[in-house]
């Protein structure tokens, strides 16, 4: 069996780059992939600690930002959608939509 140490130290990785990819990357749908990622480090920790305390708790929450990330998915991509038709561009420094 794997040790939940194994788990954290994946959970932990996908963080950081998931952390990494958010700060350094330029354009909006990178930028969404890599929200994605830290919301499944999340979720591996939640599941690893349920399954550490015998409880359901945790993948019940884990269900919860599942269907939390997908609806952020959904709405992140339709305004990405919308920005490239306004500005035919997807990269975040050039949208200057809220700037007086």
């Known amino acids: 069996m794997i040790g939940i140490e194994y788990y954290l ?9 998931g952390v990494y990819g958010a700060i350094t990357l330029r354009h909006a749908i990178g930028i969404l ?6 919301f499944n480090a999340a979720n591996i ?8 305390m015998q409880s359901m708790l945790g ?10 990330a997908a609806a952020e998915a959904a709405v992140g991509l339709a305004i990405i ?8 561009s997807v990269s975040v420094d050039e949208i200057d939509l809220l700037k007086w």
């Open 9 to 17: 130290i994946l959970s932990l990785l996908l963080l950081l780059i």
């Open 33 to 38: 992939m890599s929200i994605e990622l830290i």
């Open 45 to 52: 920790n939640l599941i690893v600690f349920s399954q550490y």
């Open 59 to 68: 993948q019940v929450f884990a269900l919860f930002v599942i269907a939390i």
């Open 81 to 88: 959608i919308m920005v490239y038709r306004n500005f035919h």
